[in-house]
């Protein structure tokens, strides 16, 4: 059995499939080098850990690709003072990491057993300033029952594809405050950066790619006449 030496493939991930795509912020490279991201993909698929592809978790999600995960960081460059939500949270690679450079980390998930995944993740990389609720983000009144939800957020990053933002989200980010959203649905996918000013958003499309679509939205009722 071949023994995978996964600093080396940590390393290689960086130089050839990040840095090359324009992702050289010096805090980001390094925060991602640091990172042993095999310690959350699950064991069956852990050779998978740093391709440049979506890693398959349990209840049929997938991890973002390393590049939108480098993508995510590079752009929303976090001071440490900020209050950050994340809608699907997975095994809790990119919480992890936002925590890493933020005051406080909630975490939505909407399936039990990837929500026990992130946490004991989590806990296990020696962070301790996030929050793993299990619950529906895309419910409005499952959002607003939480205790979590009363303060605003800085910074809000959703890890599905999603035709559009629900209002109720768009509702929890502070003023000035900045969104990281996958927007559309295959094969026509685009991450944005979103900045709230007053009542007018700032727009930014990054890239387009491919993601699964987020789970728990509404279905729209249609009029049949």
């Not at 064991?43 to 997938?62: D, F, I, K, T």
């Not at 026990?116 to 996030?130: A, F, P, Q, W």
């Not at 419910?139 to 303060?151: F, V």
């Not at 990281?180 to 944005?192: I, K, Q, R, W």
């Amino acid at each position: 059995m071949t023994t995978i030496n996964f600093q080396s493939a940590r390393h290689n991930m960086v130089e050839y499939q990040i840095r090359c795509c324009k992702v050289l912020d010096p805090t980001t490279l390094d925060l991602i080098e640091s990172m042993p991201r095999e310690n959350f993909v699950p064991e069956h698929v852990r050779s998978l850990a740093y391709m440049e592809g979506h890693v398959p978790l349990p209840c049929n999600q997938e991890m973002l690709t390393p590049l939108q995960e480098a993508m995510i960081l590079q752009t929303l460059m976090l001071d440490g003072s900020e209050r950050v939500l994340v809608i699907g949270t997975g095994t809790g690679f990119l919480t992890t990491m936002l925590a890493m450079q933020a005051a406080e980390v909630v975490g939505c998930e909407v399936h039990a057993t990837l929500a026990d995944l992130s946490r004991e993740n989590i806990s296990n990389h020696g962070v301790n300033n996030v929050n793993i609720l299990q619950v529906n983000a895309m419910d409005a009144d499952a959002m607003a029952s939480l205790a979590d939800m009363q303060q605003p957020f800085d910074t809000i990053v959703l890890t599905a594809a999603a035709k559009k933002i629900p209002a109720h989200i768009e509702a929890l980010l502070a003023d000035n405050g900045q969104m990281m959203a996958f927007v559309g649905s295959n094969p026509v996918v685009s991450l944005v950066h979103r900045r709230k000013v007053g009542n007018a958003w700032q727009e930014t499309t990054m890239f387009e790619t491919l993601l699964q679509d987020m789970e728990g939205v509404p279905e729209k009722r249609e009029f049949v006449f």
